[in-house]
């Protein structure tokens, strides 16, 4: 079945640096890609999603990257601030609608 | 917009007791979603409904876990009885369709079995 690596687990930068956080995928079939934001004490919010008929997304400060040759794609986060400090967890959605979740990864924005 | 509603938000119980958790997705969306979080295991899928009807249960752990969707705007997942190992954050999403549509989770309820 269909499985997703995160990396890294936990991410710490200094505010106003760019950070990335990069996923693979194991199931060529998949075709829609969302980001989520968790904050403590809530529930995965969507932040920004791609389909497999787009290599790049941007949202502000937000921008995902698909390859689907290699099958991974990729967050990245411009201009950190202290409130983009969170988990943060990839997902490829396989055949049926099933979302398949990375392990997360933990970023703080230090001030 | 009111979003995915799930109650109760907290539930602390003794093992063995029956646990019934709450959720009312997105007016207007179509497909349901039962997920739990463990540190252990992150983020898993127990079971999903689309348009009222079971689709994919293959996640539920046990046959102590059931799952219900009597309407297009209700939702339960039971645990009878319940275990310790039970203990976790149970989330809900909601989304338009399957396939390419986002998922939209409510807040989770966290529950600890004594």
């Known amino acids: 079945g269909e499985n997703v690596e995160q990396h890294p687990s936990t991410l710490s930068v200094q505010e106003g640096d760019s950070a990335v956080i990069k996923c693979t995928y194991s199931d060529s079939a998949s075709n829609y890609f969302p980001w989520y934001k968790q904050e403590l004490g809530k529930g995965p919010q969507l932040i920004i999603d791609?389909?497999?008929?787009?290599g790049e997304k941007k949202d502000q400060r937000i921008a995902v990257t698909l390859n689907k040759t290699a099958k991974h794609f990729s967050l990245h986060i411009t201009e950190t601030q202290p409130e983009d400090s969170a988990v943060y967890f990839c997902a490829a959605s396989i055949q049926g609608g099933k979302l398949i979740f990375g392990q997360g990864t933990e970023l703080s924005v230090k001030p | 917009d009111a979003g995915v509603i799930q109650s109760p938000r907290h539930e602390v119980t003794e093992m063995g007791q029956e646990v019934t958790l709450r959720c009312k997705p997105i007016?207007?969306?179509?497909?349901l979603f039962w997920y739990r979080q463990t540190m252990m295991r992150g983020l898993e899928l127990l079971i999903y409904?689309?348009?009222?009807?079971?689709?994919?249960d293959s996640g539920m752990p046990e046959d102590r876990f059931s799952a219900k969707m009597p309407n297009a705007s209700f939702s339960t997942l039971k645990i009878q009885p319940s275990e310790p190992r039970d203990s976790a954050v149970y989330f809900c999403?909601?989304?338009?369709?399957?396939?390419?549509?986002?998922?939209?989770f409510g807040d989770g309820t966290r529950l600890s079995i004594l």
């Open positions: 791609i389909r497999s008929n787009v």
């Open positions: 007016s207007g969306h179509n497909s």
């Open positions: 999403a909601s989304s338009l369709a399957l396939g390419k549509q986002p998922q939209h």
């Open positions: 409904f689309n348009n009222n009807v079971p689709i994919d």
